[in-house]
């Protein structure tokens, strides 16, 4: 009898320590948790602390209250002017209203799937009406501010409050990326082949010239040397007349020695002069005297 009661006894206690386990719960700073009856919501809970339910008849859902980053990939979006952009974009969220919550999306995966399409939605819809100088431009804050505004009317509906959305970048498709680099070469390259034409232009022109200048300061300096040679030959004819006149023995003297030296300057030269000939006139003779 007594095992009997000592059994009895153990189950007691086992099956209120089941009921104690499954009628408490703690909701963490961090959290705040929905109780529900039967898949009822019956209360929200948001203050932490230990916390007191039905045991085996609700159950708790927790979310957290913490604030949450929503980092979807990159969307194609094409603006009023008909260019495309690869957008990045972030967004800071919160779960406020959990009852709601937990009426249109549940879970937190289904509630980040869901945000990522109202974000994408509110960014196709806001970029398809400005163009892309007006996006980089000082519109770019009261841009993004419409694009906040969209998204927190829409995430209301969730039960979720968004802090803030940001584009981190807005770069244009990898094909147009591509085709402007090819075009920019092409322009480049064209104006390279213009520069260097009108370099070989220039150059042609400066030779010209230079050429040109050449030409004249040579014919200037042979007019000047033409000069220069006349007058020292006139100078030498003045001087050789002056000589002449001064002793002109001596310089009949003079230039036949002068001859002489061109005529016998050791070349195999051959003359046939007779003896007699002006030529021989002071061969063997003694230098004449001065008048």
Request: charge should be negative; proline fraction near 3%; aromatic fraction near 8%.
């Given at each position: 009898m007594s095992d009997k009661i000592k059994l009895v006894s153990g189950a007691v206690i086992v099956g209120l320590l089941l009921i104690l386990v499954n009628s408490v719960y703690i909701v963490r700073q961090t959290e705040q948790a929905i109780v529900l009856q039967f898949g009822n919501p019956v209360r929200v809970v948001k203050d932490a602390g230990l916390k007191f339910k039905i045991p085996f008849?609700?159950?708790?859902?927790?979310?957290?209250?913490?604030?949450?980053?929503?980092?979807?990939?990159?969307?194609?979006?094409?603006l009023n002017d008909k260019k495309r952009l690869d957008v990045d974009s972030f967004t800071r969220y919160r779960i406020v209203d959990p009852l709601r919550f937990y009426k249109t999306v549940r879970t937190e995966a289904q509630a980040r799937s869901k945000l990522e399409e109202i974000v994408n939605s509110s960014l196709r819809k806001i970029l398809g009406r400005v163009t892309l100088p007006q996006l980089l431009s000082q519109k770019r804050t009261r841009i993004m501010a419409d694009i906040s505004s969209a998204v927190k009317v829409?995430?209301?509906q969730i039960g979720v409050s968004v802090a803030d959305v940001r584009i981190r970048r807005a770069d244009l498709p990898?094909?147009?990326?591509?085709?402007?680099?090819?075009?920019?070469?092409?322009?480049?390259?064209?104006?390279?082949?213009?520069?260097?034409?009108?370099?070989?232009?220039?150059?042609?022109?400066?030779?010209?010239?230079?050429?040109?200048?050449?030409?004249?300061?040579?014919?200037?300096?042979e007019k000047k040397a033409q000069i220069i040679r006349g007058q020292g030959d006139r100078e030498a004819i003045r001087i050789w007349n002056n000589a002449a006149g001064v002793d002109p023995k001596f310089f009949a003297y003079y230039r036949?020695?002068?001859?002489?030296?061109?005529?016998?300057?050791?070349?195999?030269?051959?003359?046939?002069?007779?003896?007699?000939?002006?030529?021989?006139?002071?061969?063997?003779?003694?230098i004449p005297a001065g008048n």
């Open positions: 008849i609700q159950n708790v859902v927790f979310y957290d209250n913490r604030l949450l980053n929503l980092d979807p990939p990159a969307q194609e979006v094409v829409d995430a209301e990898v094909e147009v990326l591509q085709a402007i680099n090819a075009r920019m070469k092409a322009e480049r390259e064209r104006d390279a082949k213009e520069f260097r034409a009108t370099g070989q232009q220039e150059a042609q022109k400066i030779r010209a010239a230079a050429e040109k200048e050449k030409t004249v300061i040579i014919a200037e300096a036949s020695l002068e001859a002489y030296k061109k005529a016998l300057n050791g070349n195999d030269t051959s003359m046939v002069l007779a003896p007699e000939s002006e030529f021989f006139e002071y061969f063997g003779k003694t």
